[in-house]
């Protein structure tokens, strides 16, 4: 069995019905990515998979027991969330934000150590910004306050990492930079990673397992060489396109097809899927 598993839930906010009756599986020890257009469920099932979220049916399993049911400082020993939106307390440097990814770790029997420092010190190495470790989080740039939120997130070393849109505020030097080092975590420290990315072609390059989603339900999982098509991405995105080997990696690629070859779109295709609403 996975260790992260999502079994026929139902998602939503108040009364709107986000998803129903969703199962997915995140591969042990794999890079998933959660792609799909917007406003198809991404994000709440990131929430959904990380405890942020209490399904309204079915559950989400952590280790084969529901993730509700764990004590919080268990399950962030073992799960790390980097969420779409995050806010840094007033007045908090780089080095004291990311030292609060250690926080799972301490207890009455166990106070800040040198292991807690060093593991900070390396977090902020791999994400670039060691250099800015005294300074503000609030007077850094949001590409900069990003790096040190991913910072905190790998301190808080679990073997399970959410990631909710990574590369969200980067240009496309630190877009790579970032998706390089999910790559290495994936690949050399043998960390199960889940990302929400928008970009079909990062998702398609970096992720071992692809879940493609469509106003709430999953069209299509598996390794993206087996599941990217021309057919699945009209399909899902509306848009006519070629799917050609990527000349740097062999991965699919995305090449859409030219203005004056693709149809208007109404606004009803457009725009995001109509939601559900509870009975």
């Not at 794999?30 to 792609?35: G, H, R």
């Not at 740097?248 to 609403?277: F, N």
Request: glycine letters at 6%; aromatic letters at 4%; a negative charge.
């Amino acid at each position: 069995m996975n260790r992260l598993t999502a079994d026929d839930v139902t998602l939503g906010y108040d009364q709107r019905v986000i998803a129903e009756r969703l199962s997915v599986e995140i591969p042990d020890h794999s890079f998933t990515v959660i792609v799909g257009p917007n406003g198809c469920g991404k994000s709440t099932l990131l929430r959904a998979l990380s405890r942020m979220l209490k399904p309204s049916t079915g559950q989400v399993l952590l280790d084969g027991e529901s993730i509700h049911a764990q004590p919080a400082k268990k399950v962030a020993r073992t799960l790390g969330l980097l969420p779409q939106s995050s806010i840094a307390p007033d007045g908090i440097t780089v080095a004291d934000l990311v030292a609060r990814g250690r926080y799972p770790h301490q207890g009455l029997l166990k106070q800040w150590s040198r292991d807690d420092e060093r593991v900070v010190f390396e977090s902020m190495r791999q994400t670039g910004v060691e250099d800015l470790a005294e300074r503000y989080v609030d007077e850094l740039s949001g590409g900069q306050r990003q790096r040190v939120w991913i910072a905190m997130a790998l301190a808080q070393q679990t073997p399970l990492l959410l990631l909710d849109e990574p590369t969200t505020f980067l240009d496309i030097q630190h877009q790579i930079d970032v998706l390089d080092l999910c790559a290495d975590l994936h690949e050399q420290q043998g960390r199960t990673l889940v990302a929400v990315l928008h970009d079909l072609n990062h998702a398609a390059r970096y992720a071992t397992h692809l879940i493609v989603l469509k106003e709430g339900e999953v069209l299509a999982a598996g390794a993206p060489a087996d599941i990217v098509t021309a057919e699945l991405v009209e399909q899902v995105f509306t848009l006519p396109c070629q799917v050609i080997p990527d000349p740097e990696t062999g991965t699919p690629l995305v090449v859409p097809a030219a203005r004056r070859r693709r149809p208007e779109r109404s606004a009803e295709t457009a725009g995001d899927a109509p939601a559900k609403t509870l009975a």
